[in-house]
Nanobody
Framework: VQLQASGGGLVQAGGSLRLSCRSS????????MAWYRQAPGKQRDLVAL???????NYADFVKGRFTISRDNAKNTVYLQMNSLKPEDTAVYYC?????????WGQGTQVTVSS
């Protein structure tokens, strides 16, 4: 499975971005799709995940601001990010899990200016 992330960029605080993660294979066969992020000098943190059944889960630091969704027909998972803060600045990575296997996209940079 190959994951291609896109949609990052530079935005002012309070703004919005939508990240996309396109899979080379049907995401119906992938148990979980998730977004992680990693800021410089920090560990990679889970931001949000969505199950094959469409149930979302969010890290506390993005609840109420970010929304994860999936379009099975397009084999794509989205992360809508609203009310962005400077502390959301990071490289965002798409992740997929199928059985014991984990797949990572290449990452997309999100920079939020104050």
């Amino acid at each position: 499975v190959q994951l291609q992330a896109s949609g990052g960029g530079l935005v002012q605080a309070g703004g919005s971005l939508r990240l996309s993660c396109r899979s080379s294979e049907s995401i119906r066969s992938i148990n979980f799709m998730a977004w992680y992020r990693q800021a410089p000098g920090k560990q990679r943190d889970l931001v949000a995940l969505i199950t094959s059944g469409g149930d979302p889960n969010y890290a506390d630091f993005v609840k109420g601001r970010f929304t994860i969704s999936r379009d099975n027909a397009k084999n794509t998972v989205y992360l809508q990010m609203n009310s962005l803060k400077p502390e959301d600045t990071a490289v965002y990575y798409c992740n997929g899990a199928r059985g014991p296997y984990r797949y990572w996209g290449q990452g997309t940079q999100v920079t939020v200016s104050s």
